[in-house]
C-alpha cells in the first residue's frame, strides 16, 4: 500500500523567511509522481508544484521549490520569502501512474507571523 | 465548464436521513475522485473513477456510502442513514487522462448532520 505520511502537524514561519514543510511516502514503484497542494481558509485546493520521480532534477515555481530525495522517499516543499498569503494548510500528495489515484497526506497547517 | 462545481455548497440533514452529493467534472476530464474532510483533518479517499474501468471503491467507509458516475461525466454521492459522523466536507476532483493531469478541486460541500 502507498502511504503519504506528513509529521508536522502544524509550522510558524515568520514573514519574509524560509519553511521548509517536510513529507515521505511508501512505496515499491520506480516511477510515479508527488504533488503539493495548498488549501487556505476559502477551501479551495490548489496545486503549488509537481515532480516526476524518474527527473533527478528539483522542481521550482518562483517562491517555492522542492528537495526530492528518491533513495530516502522525501519530497519537502520550500518556500521563500514566505508571504502572508501563504499561511494555509499544505497537503503532500502520491500517484503511482498516470492514470492511478491519487493519495493524500494528513496536512500542516502553516501560519505566517507578520 | 470553467472548472469543478459542487452543489449544494452546504448540507444540513437530520440523522436518518439519506443525501446526495452532486460533483459536476471539468468537461473532457476522465478521472474523478471523492474526498471527506472533517475539521482541519487531512483528506480521506472515498472512491476514484477513471474512464470507462471500474471504480475503485477502497475508500468507501461503510455500505451507507455509494457513488455513481453517468455517462463519464457528472457524480453523486449518496448517503443513506446519515449519522453524526458523517458531518464533514465533501470534496470532489477530476483530472485529465495522463501523467501529469493535474486534479482540479471543487469548493467541497460541508455537509452536518444534527
Known amino acids: 500500500a502507498q502511504t503519504v505520511t506528513q509529521s508536522q502537524p502544524e509550522m510558524s514561519v515568520q514573514e519574509a523567511e524560509t519553511v521548509t514543510l517536510s513529507c515521505t511516502y511508501d512505496?515499491?514503484?520506480?516511477?510515479?509522481?508527488l504533488f503539493w497542494y495548498k488549501q487556505p481558509p476559502s477551501r479551495q485546493m490548489i496545486l503549488v508544484i509537481r515532480?516526476?520521480?524518474?527527473?533527478?532534477q528539483n522542481a521550482t515555481e518562483n517562491r517555492f521549490s522542492v528537495n526530492f530525495q528518491k533513495a530516502a522517499k522525501s519530497f519537502s516543499l520550500k518556500i521563500s520569502d514566505s508571504q502572508l498569503g501563504d499561511a494555509a494548510m499544505y497537503f503532500c500528495?502520491?500517484?503511482?501512474?498516470?492514470?492511478?489515484?491519487?493519495?493524500f497526506g494528513k496536512g500542516i497547517t502553516l501560519s505566517v507571523r507578520p | 465548464g470553467a472548472g469543478v462545481s459542487q452543489s449544494p455548497s452546504n448540507k444540513v440533514t437530520e440523522k436518518g436521513k439519506d443525501v446526495e452529493l452532486r460533483c459536476d467534472p471539468i468537461?473532457?476530464?476522465?478521472?474523478l475522485y471523492w474526498y471527506r474532510q472533517s475539521l482541519g483533518q487531512g483528506l480521506e479517499f472515498l472512491i476514484y473513477?477513471?474512464?470507462?474501468?471500474?471504480?475503485?471503491k477502497s475508500g468507501l467507509p461503510s455500505d451507507r456510502f455509494s457513488a455513481e458516475r453517468t455517462g463519464g461525466s457528472v457524480s453523486t454521492l449518496t448517503i443513506q442513514r446519515t449519522q453524526q459522523e458523517d458531518s464533514a466536507v465533501y470534496l470532489c476532483?477530476?483530472?485529465?487522462?495522463?501523467?501529469?493531469?493535474?486534479?482540479?478541486f471543487g469548493q467541497g460541500t460541508r455537509l452536518t448532520v444534527v
Open positions: 476532483a477530476s483530472s485529465s487522462q495522463g501523467a501529469w493531469g493535474e486534479a482540479f
Open positions: 512505496t515499491s514503484e520506480s516511477d510515479y509522481y
Open positions: 515532480q516526476e520521480a524518474y527527473k533527478q
Open positions: 500528495a502520491y500517484r503511482p501512474g498516470a492514470n492511478s489515484k491519487l493519495t
Open positions: 468537461s473532457g476530464h476522465t478521472a
Open positions: 473513477f477513471q474512464g470507462n474501468s471500474a471504480p475503485d
